[in-house]
């Protein structure tokens, strides 16, 4: 392993911990006040915290496996790519779920509490889970009536590697493809909605321009997610790239395609938000006085 690689590596692993770490701390915060373990908005940002942290991590585990050329069993990297896969769907649709839940306050302020429940949250982050590992759990059954002795091969752990059928990668393409779509029709949507509320006289138009930036923000977060379509095509391109460049074009292409915009997404959502921000900056700079 050349210094080079060895560097890349460093600087993968200390981006990915460093913003783990920023994460761990605004879910602290969240868990230690009560006044946000009640808020159904705050409850779907710390699964947003939870589920990006967990796919940054899982999608590293992959990266330094393959990077290492590690064999395992598929019954091991089925798991791995469970994680990756469910945490990757999860994230678009906590994205349409938080939207909603700020249209839900702004059409409909005086039942928000009553609509927006911790009871109704917990069960729209269950449905989100369901969801996402529809698909991923459908395709390890049928590999697994197909190939009886499939858990027991080693494999070098690619997504590919656990699909035996083609249709089954152009499906899993589909598939995302077609979730993104419906989120940011969604998005789209709940923003146009709340501007036309904005413009009522009898709308609270603060309340509605702050959530309308919000789900513009959501609109941003989901463009994020859209990166890991492009690191497919750049991945695709690269390949048929000199030798001499591939290995650098493919690790900017990880770094910049998938970490980053997994480290960035919560951390601007977490810091744009007036009752996070100066209790973040505290504990982060630790400063008693803005702790208080």
């Not at 064999?71 to 769907?89: D, W």
């Not at 990668?169 to 077609?178: D, P, V, Y």
């Not at 146009?192 to 321009?209: H, P, V």
């Given at each position: 392993?050349?210094?080079?690689?060895?560097?890349?590596?460093?600087?993968?692993?200390?981006?990915?911990?460093?913003?783990?770490?920023?994460?761990g701390?605004?879910?602290?915060?969240?868990?230690?006040?009560?006044?946000?373990?009640?808020?159904?908005?705050?409850?779907?940002?710390?699964?947003?915290?939870i589920?990006?942290?967990?796919?940054?991590?899982?999608?590293?585990?992959?990266?330094?496996?393959?990077?290492?050329?590690?064999?395992?069993?598929?019954?091991?990297?089925?798991?791995?790519?469970?994680?990756?896969?469910?945490?990757?769907?999860?994230?678009?649709?906590?994205?349409?779920?938080?939207?909603?839940?700020?249209?839900?306050?702004?059409?409909?302020?005086?039942?928000?509490?009553?609509?927006?429940?911790?009871?109704?949250?917990?069960?729209?982050?269950?449905?989100?889970?369901?969801?996402?590992?529809?698909?991923?759990?459908?395709?390890?059954?049928?590999?697994?009536?197909?190939?009886?002795?499939?858990?027991?091969?080693?494999?070098?752990?690619?997504r590919?590697?656990?699909?035996?059928?083609?249709?089954?990668?152009?499906?899993?393409?589909?598939l995302?493809?077609?979730?993104?779509?419906?989120?940011?029709?969604?998005?789209?949507?709940?923003?146009?909605?709340?501007?036309?509320?904005?413009?009522?006289?009898?709308?609270?138009?603060?309340?509605?321009?702050?959530?309308?930036?919000?789900?513009?923000?959501?609109?941003?977060?989901?463009?994020?997610?859209?990166?890991?379509?492009?690191?497919?095509?750049?991945?695709?391109?690269i390949?048929?790239?000199?030798?001499?460049?591939?290995?650098?074009?493919?690790?900017?292409?990880?770094?910049?395609?998938?970490?980053?915009?997994?480290?960035?997404?919560?951390?601007?959502?977490?810091?744009?938000?007036?009752?996070?921000?100066?209790?973040?900056?505290?504990?982060?700079?630790?400063?008693?006085?803005?702790?208080?």
């Amino acid at each position: 392993m050349t210094a080079v690689v060895v560097t890349e590596i460093i600087v993968i692993l200390g981006t990915s911990f460093f913003f783990t770490f920023l994460s761990g701390i605004m879910f602290f915060i969240l868990w230690s006040k009560p006044k946000f373990r009640e808020d159904s908005r705050y409850i779907l940002f710390a699964h947003m915290l939870i589920n990006d942290s967990v796919h940054l991590m899982g999608t590293i585990v992959l990266f330094l496996c393959v990077l290492a050329f590690l064999h395992m069993s598929k019954a091991i990297c089925s798991i791995l790519v469970l994680i990756t896969v469910v945490t990757y769907h999860n994230t678009p649709l906590n994205l349409a779920v938080i939207s909603l839940e700020r249209y839900v306050a702004i059409r409909f302020p005086l039942r928000h509490t009553e609509i927006a429940t911790q009871r109704r949250t917990a069960i729209a982050i269950g449905l989100i889970w369901l969801i996402s590992s529809v698909n991923i759990l459908i395709e390890l059954f049928y590999s697994i009536a197909l190939d009886p002795h499939f858990f027991t091969a080693p494999v070098l752990c690619l997504r590919e590697q656990m699909l035996i059928e083609e249709w089954q990668l152009a499906f899993s393409t589909g598939l995302n493809f077609f979730f993104l779509v419906v989120v940011a029709l969604t998005i789209l949507y709940i923003y146009i909605s709340i501007t036309f509320i904005a413009k009522s006289a009898s709308t609270n138009k603060d309340s509605a321009n702050k959530a309308r930036k919000t789900v513009l923000l959501h609109m941003f977060q989901l463009g994020l997610c859209v990166t890991s379509f492009l690191f497919i095509l750049f991945e695709s391109l690269i390949v048929k790239t000199a030798t001499a460049l591939y290995v650098p074009l493919q690790y900017l292409n990880f770094f910049c395609l998938l970490v980053l915009p997994r480290c960035l997404s919560p951390l601007i959502y977490g810091l744009r938000d007036n009752a996070i921000r100066p209790l973040f900056l505290g504990y982060f700079r630790y400063n008693p006085t803005t702790l208080k």
